[in-house]
């Protein structure tokens, strides 16, 4: 049966993904978050914690 075995190698040339901002998690939590996203900065890292902050600012004291 070895001879039936194959392998594949594959390079990966793009990623396309979304970021999910978890509306339903605290407030405190998603403050959290944005700020670890502003220390690690990498990438799109800094653009999303503004826009996550940006959201916050929007609902202000609000909890679901």
Known sequence: MLPGI???RLEV???RAKFKYD???PVEH????A???T???QGLD???AR????RLDRIGPWKP
Request: charged share 40%.
């Open 6 to 8: 194959r392998g594949l």
């Open 13 to 15: 040339t793009e990623v």
């Open 23 to 25: 509306d339903h998690k």
């Open 30 to 33: 998603r403050a959290a978050v």
């Open 35 to 37: 700020g670890r996203l």
């Open 39 to 41: 220390e690690r900065g």
């Open 46 to 48: 800094v653009a999303t």
């Open 51 to 54: 826009q996550q902050r940006r």
